[in-house]
């Protein structure tokens, strides 16, 4: 349960504020889920390929292993880049641009993947969607307050600014 509270409480409001930060500055695109309440699920599953707030994960090799013809040993320790993962354009075109119409956007690694698929991820799908839903009905001129420093937690594993200004 503590893993939950606080491993969920912790990466879901990041990723909720790099949600807002990324729809909020791509102001047609706040438009549009404002109109259309029904694109929140795919638009919240787009934000967290395009920048999750779980970047990097450590996993450590418990036997040989070859990945694309590279042999892992066994015992090695692995820093998995999940940002990179998300924008690999084989698997997602034109990866550096924020498209909710993407086919293929569940294809992110962001909740992880196998016996490593984050428990949580239900719920913090549930809480970003109901969230953005009631943003979305609730303060349509909501806007980033101008001249705003962005500055982000210093961590290699987790990326979200620490604070966002906004107004409506």
């Known amino acids: 349960m503590i893993t939950l509270l606080v491993a969920g409480h912790e990466t879901t409001t990041a990723q909720i504020t790099n949600g807002i930060l990324h729809w909020l500055t791509q102001r047609e695109e706040w438009e549009r889920l404002c109109q259309h309440p029904d694109a929140i699920?795919?638009?919240?599953?787009?934000?967290?390929?395009?920048?999750?707030?779980?970047?990097?994960?450590?996993?450590?090799?418990?036997?040989?292993?070859?990945i694309n013809g590279v042999t892992i040993p066994k015992s090695a320790n692995l820093l998995l880049?999940?940002?990179?993962?998300?924008?690999?354009?084989?698997?997602?075109?034109?990866?550096?641009?924020?498209?909710?119409?993407?086919?293929?956007?569940?294809?992110?690694?962001?909740?992880?993947?196998?016996?490593?698929?984050?428990?949580?991820?239900?719920?913090?799908?549930?809480?970003?969607?109901?969230?953005?839903?009631?943003l979305t009905r609730r303060l349509p001129t909501l806007r980033l307050v101008p001249e705003q420093t962005l500055s982000y937690t210093r961590n290699i594993s987790f990326r979200s600014p620490t604070s966002l200004h906004v107004a409506w």
Request: aromatic fraction near 10%.
């Open 41 to 66: 699920p795919q638009a919240v599953e787009e934000m967290m390929r395009y920048d999750p707030s779980v970047c990097a994960w450590r996993r450590y090799v418990v036997e040989d292993t070859q």
């Open 81 to 134: 880049m999940l940002n990179s993962a998300n924008r690999d354009e084989t698997i997602f075109p034109e990866s550096d641009t924020i498209d909710i119409d993407r086919d293929n956007v569940k294809d992110h690694l962001s909740f992880g993947y196998g016996i490593h698929y984050c428990v949580g991820a239900p719920l913090a799908r549930l809480e970003m969607v109901i969230l953005f839903e009631e």
